[in-house]
């Protein structure tokens, strides 16, 4: 049974930072990342990383770093000087599978 499992999601203050976690269990993927989804707005992607590097959206390259801990199983991504808009449900996503989704709000 495959499960992702985010968590770091907060409020914090624009130009602050938070820390997303994402732990996957029942197997390994090649590629992870993060999508996004704010209200009134579709799902976007936002980061991922493979054995050959990482990608990002346009809107956080410079401000976000995904990195993963292959012992653990772990994706993560680094947000630094958040801005407002931000603020969104992130998930964490491999394959075909997605993690319960983790709130961040970044207050002006």
Do not use: H
């Not at 410079?62 to 772990?74: C, P, V």
């Amino acid at each position: 049974q495959v499960q992702l499992v985010e968590s770091g999601g907060g409020l914090v203050q624009a130009g602050g930072s938070l820390r997303l976690s994402c732990v996957a269990s029942g197997r390994t993927f090649s590629t992870m990342g993060w999508f996004r989804q704010a209200p009134g707005k579709e799902r976007e992607f936002v980061a991922s990383i493979n054995w050959s590097g990482t990608y990002y959206t346009a809107s956080v390259k410079g401000r976000f770093t995904i990195s993963r801990d292959n012992a653990k199983n772990t994706v993560i991504l680094q947000m630094n000087s958040l801005k407002p808009e931000d603020t969104a449900v992130y998930y964490c996503n491999a394959g075909a599978y997605w993690g319960q989704g983790t709130l961040v709000t970044v207050s002006e």
